[in-house]
Structure formats: C-alpha cells, structure tokens
C-alpha cells in the first residue's frame, strides 16, 4: 500500500483504493515481524482494528477529522486514559493512566488510530534509548546501533514502518536526534505551542511534544491538529493553524545562518560535508546562506545538565512508592519503604540525574550552579535572539556523528551528554527546531540536519523544510 502522505492516504480509502483495515493490519504484522526492534512497550491491536472500520466509514460518508486513519505511536510518557503508562521504568510498572493528554486527545478528536506505545529511555533521560526497563531499541537501519532517545521507540516505529507517524517529547534533542539516527524527519515545537498536560514531567521548563513523520507535510498536519491554548496547562498559548504552502516560498527573502561553532572540534566529516553540500544548493536556489555566531554554545551541555536535573529532582519527588507505582515489600518503616521504593524502582540514569539535582539545589550550591546556570540560559537565548535579527532560519547539524553502537557510550555518562551538543540551546531558548533527513554516509548510516527558527515561527521553518524535501533532496 503506497500514499505519499497522511492526506492522500484519506483520499485513497475514500476512493476506495486502500482498505484502512487491511492497512492497520499491515501495521500490526510488520509490528510482529520486526519485534526485535523493541520498539512497542504496548500495542493496542484489537483497539486499532475496531477503530479502523470506525473510522473507514466516516472517512466514506465525508464525516470525519483531519487525520482519518492516521495510525500513530505515542511515546510512553504520555497519558492515555485506561492505557498503561511506564515511562520505561519500573517506578511506574503497574500504572495506569486516569486521564488523556491534551496532544492525545486533539489526535484521537481528529480520528487518528493510536496503535501503542513506544519504548524510550526511562523518565525520557538519554540519548541512546538504552535507559529502559523494557531493555534497549535497535536502530531499525543497522541493528547494532542505538537508535537515539530519548524518544527512540517513537523514531523506529516510524523508520520501520510499523505505523504512519509518532509523537515524541523533546527536553534536550529527544525528537530530533532520534529522528537524525533513523533517517526520518521529528520536530520540536516552540515552548508552549502544545500543551503539556498529561505528559510526564522530566524538566518542567524544557518539556515539549512533537511529531516524528515520513514527509514535512504529515510533521505540519499532526502540529496544527496539536497546538492550542490549553485551560491544564497554564505555559500553553494559542497559535493560529499551520498549512504549509511551500510553492509560495520565495527563496531570495529567507535569510538562513550556520553558526560556526557548530561546525568546529568534534563534528564527524562526512557529516560536516554533507550539511555544507547542501548549504550550497540552498545558495544555487538563491537563498541567502551566511555564516553566523552563537558564542555561547560552549555552555549549552553544561546548562542544560545543571538545570533539567534541578528540575527532575523536584519532578520525580511524587514517586515516592505511596501514591502510586511500585511499591517495595521488605521495609518496616514508612522512611525505608520510600528509600526502598526508589531504590529499587529507579534505574540507575534516573538516580544520577535525581542525585546531580538534588546537589545544584542545595544550600551552599544553589548560587554556584543552580542560580549561575539560570543566568547562562537568558544569555543562552540573547544569543539566539540577536541571530534571529539577521537571519530567518539558523542551520547546523542535528548531531555531531551518525548513530553510534549499542553499549558504546553507555557506560560514559558525560560522553553520552555531550552528543547533546547540538540540540540542548533550543531547549533552553525555547525555540522550534527540526530534523531533515539528508543523507546517508558510507555505511549508510543516516545524516541529519537541523533547521531552527524564532518563537512560534514554525510556519516558516517548515516552508523551509518543506521547500528542502521536495525540491532539493
Ligand atoms: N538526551 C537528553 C537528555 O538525556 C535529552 C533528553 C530529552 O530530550 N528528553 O537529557
């Protein structure tokens, strides 16, 4: 069953090329076939099969959403009323969700099939998808490679082809750099474009929903059906509707800046080949490609791991085995059945960044790193500020090398966030970022690269994005 994208495959079943049901069946047999992958914490398959017939006939009558028959992953941070939601750890084993998150609710409002949930690192800490209590996620292009994370599960169900898109969360590179590593597009929106309610706090501040998807067109559907003021989640703001019109782009008015500092010590060559290869057919086309600065890149790791781990240490305080979650057995007191819980139900990424926390938050620190780290993020953002007065769409790589191998940083903590390098300064300026997929290296491993844009200009970026894909690649 070929379609292009998520619209033409609607008019395909309303034309009555595609059956909807065979499709999602289609879906639940390659989901079977590549469960190597590791890819699904949970599948939803009669759930999806039944809705499938639903939503086939709405889609006949003309009555349906923008996203009939969409089959989507959501990653299992998010809440899905009567779904389980883990997290990947083992804190959360035995949950379930008692309500929907708002993104979820706006896909499954516009009649898109969730067909489960995807694994990632636990309590999305990671760049590897390593950090599970379900075990690790292959990278579906070379199996002895990570995939990425933290939202790697959302990633392969989309490079795999097990569903027709994802939605990832994204607190330091979680959508982009997977997306990078598994040669697909994944876009973090501007903070606050979607709700947060009912995703699972990692850093409060830094937390964001987005799509993983085939093509720009399916990333800009699934974000306007997405976006919005929302009364749960007091960051949200209303935005008005993304439609992309990509044909109407005028190359020689889009002003684009690669900072150099994404280009120095540590960028693999092929990768730093590729990216200037393609700057050039962006100056053939006529836009205005320039070279720009961002001096305070050097600081983005160690802002971004001062100030998310300050707040994790906060957000993961309610798992504390009395509320919810797991719960251990063997202790006395009401103190020792806390610290058992923890103990035993956190893996050990999560306790590190709980620890790191804890200690840039304590009194006699707070000042030194906590309060320092805040400064660093508003200068952080001047940066990104005073590029965005030049120049319309900054441009860098997504990661500094293709996805690397199981086990080959996992056991480095600080070699594993520095890969992080290039995806944190968004975060921290709450701004839009994006992953094209552009290339492949020798060993056809997956090149990606990065497009990032001014609050809440994501029209833009992904006109940009857009115009890249089609007449470009
Ligand atoms: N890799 C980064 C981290 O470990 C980003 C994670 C994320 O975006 N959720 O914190």
Redesign the pocket.
Known sequence: MHYKNITEKISLIKENKISLVENVKDFLNRIEQRKNLNAFNFVFGDEALQLAEIIEQKIKSGNHGKLAGSVIAIKDVLSYKNHPLTCSSKILSNFTSVYTATAVQKLIDEDAIIIGKTNC?EF????SNENSAFGPVLNPIDESRVPG???GGSAVAVAADLCDASLG??????IR?PAAFCGIYGLKPTYGRVSRFGLTA?ASSFDTIGPFAKNVEDLCLILDVISGKDENDSTSVDFSEVKLQAQNIEAKKIKIGYPKEYFAEGLDSEIKEKIFSLINSLKNAGFNVSEISLPMTEYNIAA?YIL?TAEASSNLARYDGARYGYRSKNSDTLEEMYVNSRTEGFGAEVKRRIMLGTYVLSSGYYDAYYRKAQKVRRLIKEDFDKAFSNVDIILTPTTPTVAFKLGEKSNDPLQ??LS?IY??SS?LAGIPGLNIPISRNTEGLPIGLQLLANQFDELRLLQVSYYIQKNIL
């Open positions: 690192d999305a800490m990671g760049s994370g933290s939202s969360t994204d607190t330091g590179g979680s750099q990692f971004y998310t594993m966030y992080d995806t944190t975060n």
